[in-house]
């Protein structure tokens, strides 16, 4: 799992990453001889290195650079409808995740909720991970004017144009 064969360099390369920080070490055929004896010393390397390394971070919700939303699985989207040659904008907020049923996810328009609402009923849908709009609204709606309502509102980073 944690090894890769680079032939043109003629060594294996053993990598475990924690963290955002990368540990390798490089087991050449000049210092083993042979392929089979770089891996199982790469092997020995990798299980030795291991049980001195902290758990890796669960990458479910684990927000990366790439996130402008603000919320981890929870993106702006630009819907754009055609109506007799006019176009017509319709930004919306899609929740995703792993394993979503829908494989675009589910969204919620701007024009028929609002920014914000919009934005706090995909944060919900991707907390609770649901398809469920009946259940999703219920809890928007008992979540409306509270300071947790209000906290997933200033998570948000971005604004439709």
Known sequence: MYLTVNQTEKCVMARI????????ANFTLRQYGSWRKATVAAKAWVEA????LPDPIARKDLKTTRNTSGVVGVRLANATRSRNGVDYPDWRWVAFWPGCEQ???IGWSINKYGDGR???SACLARQMESLDRAKIDAKVERLRGSAAYRALLRKKRLSPP
């Open 118 to 120: 919009a934005f706090v």
């Open 17 to 24: 990453t924690r963290q955002r920080v990368c540990h390798q």
């Open 103 to 105: 494989a675009s996810g």
């Open 49 to 52: 290195t291991l049980p001195t």
